[in-house]
């Protein structure tokens, strides 16, 4: 609908438009003017509507909250005005784009605003951002040189002409720094035996290598192609264990050590890191004996060493992440192995999308130069918008987006097609409760740039009636303020000196035969405190009540005036409960609305036949935000981290009983099971949405798995078989022992009777007669 529009025309014609709105307002309206008299101190007139102004003169008799027009016996001095929302660019803060050869790099525009901002009116304001030719680059090549990426030292023999005509096709303005890192040098990740310690390759090679470090930062920042390629070919290979590294407490330090590295202060900040292995976190470092937790101290010595290696444990991934978000810092990985080629694509997905680009690194390592110029265009072709708003918790703000430069603005805060065209951003503004004080800077930032702009806000709604020079009245039971004394409760008068308990009920009648307060409120001081949902001076009004019974649906999205709502931020029907935002149709940003099954009416999901659930995410055969999300949820609750994130969503994990998260979540749930240890856990979650970010409650129900249980029972069973044979063997010996007792018994009774021969004794010669001889004698 803007189409071709140049961005700062439409800038003008946004302004215009919300001013106008502002400046169209009925004010001669009945019902406004009953909200404005209706108003008591000079704050709450203001904040009541655009229209109603307030009187501080003493002298003046009229009702001091009032439409202008009805305040012309008022002094122009003594009035305080309303200050409609508007949005003013100094001539300082509009100043044109340039490239990288400029003194000053602009690719935002404008550069500052001033705001003036009412509570519960939107306020938009547009933006522009163009990227610069040859913005700066700084390039931190991070080297592992274990001994199995020996190949990607030789390889810069060979690029090294190469390299800086490569570099001058991103951009002509670049700067290169060098460092390498290997592993903690302790036991179980590196021998520490003396010839192993000095020599880590003599184990696989006749080739000496040098001994091993955590990190070394070998070369700052430098334009000199050449000394950078000389440091890398000069860089010996050194070797450790296991197949993990410490890169992650080499960027640490590369982050956290700003003026030893060199970073420049308006550069696209890349770290390049080729290798092939895994890597070391959070909890590693205990089997080292690293047991303290990584702050944001640098370590590094004047000879770019990591001074306590073994003090530390290594960072964990969440620690990372945060850091190169905050320095505004990208990290390419170039890998080598397909298998850890997936890991470090897991990796990015997961946590990393936003700040990481994974390219496969060839065996030779001679496409070194490709993966740098795909990751730097990837970063390059996004861009992501944010305020910081933790100093102001009623400030909400939107994002909507051109990103197909159409004209069509749709709501999102980032581009990942961004090309050298212009991109359009508009800035939604609206302040929810009261504002807490006069003025506030707020930033427009963008994610990999240290470009911003300066939000000059001042909150409309504070009186400050300066040029009171009146007489200040004692107020006996409250305080002066304005031209008025603001009585405390149960008092009122000109000084406060009257007490609520007078029986004068004349002012709360509409006519002299009418009800106090038409029988809906109760007659306080004088003055009508209504029953919701009744309004007006005599609670003569009554406005439509949501399903909660809240009047208008409550003051976020309307206001009740005479029997009509007024609806505000973007809500809309006769009692003001449709919201016309959509930002509960969806968990993600990069999520469809009612994950495509379904119609996004008042920001509820209306399925399609067949679907349900509050994004209408689960059909009879599966639920699809399950399954998208449970990968994250399972690597969470094993790293025992409560935050992941999901593309550019958070995601915050915390682990609640049973009951509670039935409770909060209703039917969207979600199981799955996992391995830890020797246990099987059982996982039952479901998902929140609240404050933008996506809120999981899980719980955890394990138990030990058939493998162990198996071997259990058998060590037991063994340990039974062990005694029963040991019990078995005991009552063999005790019946041996028995039967020689017996035996030498019976030897000891015999030898009693036994004679000088021996008892075994037989004679040799033997006897026969003849038993013819016999018959014949």
Not at 140 to 152: I, N
Request: glycine residues 6%.
């Amino acid at each position: 609908m803007y189409h071709n529009i140049p961005p700062l025309l439409l800038l003008l014609l946004v302004i215009s438009v919300d001013c106008q709105s502002a400046s169209t307002l009925k004010c001669t309206d009945v019902a406004i003017q009953s909200l404005c008299i209706d108003q008591e101190a000079c704050d709450q007139c203001l904040q009541a509507h655009p229209c109603c102004n307030w009187c501080y003169d003493q002298n003046y008799d009229g009702r001091q909250c009032n439409v202008l027009e009805n305040l012309s016996a008022c002094p122009e001095t003594k009035l305080e005005l309303n200050t409609e929302n508007k949005v003013e660019i100094p001539e300082f803060g509009n100043q044109p784009f340039t490239d990288g050869s400029a003194k000053e790099i602009i690719q935002l525009r404008p550069q500052f605003l001033n705001v003036y901002l009412a509570k519960d009116i939107p306020q938009n304001f547009t933006f522009t951002y163009k990227p610069a030719k040859n913005y700066p680059l700084d390039l931190y090549y991070l080297g592992d040189l274990s001994a199995s990426m020996m190949a990607h030292l030789s390889v810069f023999k060979t690029i090294g002409a190469d390299l800086p005509n490569n570099l001058t096709q991103l951009t002509e303005n670049y700067k290169l720094a060098y460092g390498s890192f290997l592993d903690k040098v302790a036991m179980p990740f590196y021998l520490m035996a003396p010839d192993t310690y000095n020599n880590p390759c003599s184990v696989f090679s006749s080739e000496e290598c040098e001994t091993g470090y955590l990190f070394k930062h070998w070369l700052g920042f430098t334009k000199d192609t050449d000394t950078f390629i000389k440091k890398i070919i000069n860089s010996k290979i050194t070797a450790n264990l296991d197949d993990l590294d410490g890169a992650l407490d080499a960027i640490l330090q590369i982050l956290v050590c700003d003026k030893k590295i060199g970073w420049s202060k308006n550069s696209r900040k890349i770290i390049l890191l080729p290798t092939d292995s895994l890597l070391h976190s959070a909890g590693d470092g205990i089997l080292a004996g690293a047991v303290l937790k990584p702050n944001r101290t640098c370590l590094l010595d004047d000879e770019g060493n990591h001074m306590s290696p073994l003090t530390y444990d290594y960072p964990s991934f969440a620690q990372i992440h945060a850091l190169l978000n905050e320095k505004k810092v990208n990290i390419i990985f170039a890998v080598k192995t397909q298998r850890k080629l997936e890991y470090y694509k897991s990796l990015t997905t997961e946590l990393f999308k936003d700040s990481g680009f994974v390219g496969e690194l060839e065996e030779d390592a001679t496409n070194i130069l490709e993966l740098i110029n795909k990751g730097y265009y990837n970063f390059v072709r996004q861009v992501k918008f944010f305020i910081n708003t933790t100093s102001s918790e009623n400030l909400d703000v939107k994002f909507f987006g051109d990103c197909d430069r159409l004209g069509i603005f749709n709501e999102t805060s980032a581009c990942y097609n961004v090309e050298n065209e212009p991109v359009d951003f508009t800035v939604q503004l609206t302040l929810k409760g009261p504002p807490t004080k006069l003025s506030d800077v707020f930033y427009v930032e963008e994610r990999n740039i240290n470009e911003r702009i300066t939000l000059n806000i001042t909150y409309t709604g504070h009186c400050s009636c300066d040029n009171y020079d009146g007489e200040e009245l004692e107020c006996l039971n409250g305080d002066f303020r304005c031209g008025k004394c603001m009585c405390q409760e149960e008092w009122t008068g000109k000084l406060c000196e009257e007490n609520c308990d007078s029986k004068d009920f004349s002012s709360c009648k509409s006519s002299s035969d009418g009800y106090i307060c038409n029988r809906n409120g109760d007659c306080i001081c004088g003055k009508c405190s209504c029953n919701p949902p009744f309004n007006g001076q005599y609670c003569q009004y009554r406005c439509p009540t949501s399903k909660d019974g809240q009047v208008c649906s409550g003051p976020a999205q309307g206001k009740c005036i005479e029997d009509k709502c007024e609806c505000i931020n973007d809500f809309e029907y006769e009692d003001c409960s449709c919201s016309k935002s959509k930002s509960r149709c969806k968990l993600f940003e990069e999520m469809e609305f009612c994950s495509g099954n379904g119609n996004c009416v008042c920001n509820q999901c209306r399925c399609n036949a067949g679907f349900s659930g509050q994004f209408c995410e689960s059909n009879k055969e599966n639920n699809t935000l399950c399954e998208e999300y449970i990968k994250v949820i399972e690597d969470a609750i094993l790293s025992g981290t409560n935050t992941a994130y999901k593309g550019t969503t958070k995601i915050s994990i915390q682990e609640v009983n049973e009951d509670k998260r039935k409770s909060l979540c209703n039917d969207t749930e979600c199981e799955t099971v996992i391995y830890q240890g020797n246990s099987r856990c059982t996982i039952k979650c479901c998902y929140l949405k609240q404050d933008g970010d996506v809120h999981w409650l899980t719980t955890k129900s394990c138990v030990l798995t058939a493998g162990f249980a198996a071997l259990t029972s058998g060590i037991v069973a063994l340990a039974l078989v062990l005694l029963a044979g040991a019990f078995f063997i005991a009552c063999a010996k005790y019946r041996i022992y028995r039967l020689e007792q017996e035996e030498y018994r019976k030897f000891q009774n015999e030898s009693g009777t036994l004679h000088e021969m021996n008892p075994i004794y037989k004679d040799p010669v033997s006897t026969y007669r003849n038993p013819m001889r016999e018959k014949n004698d």
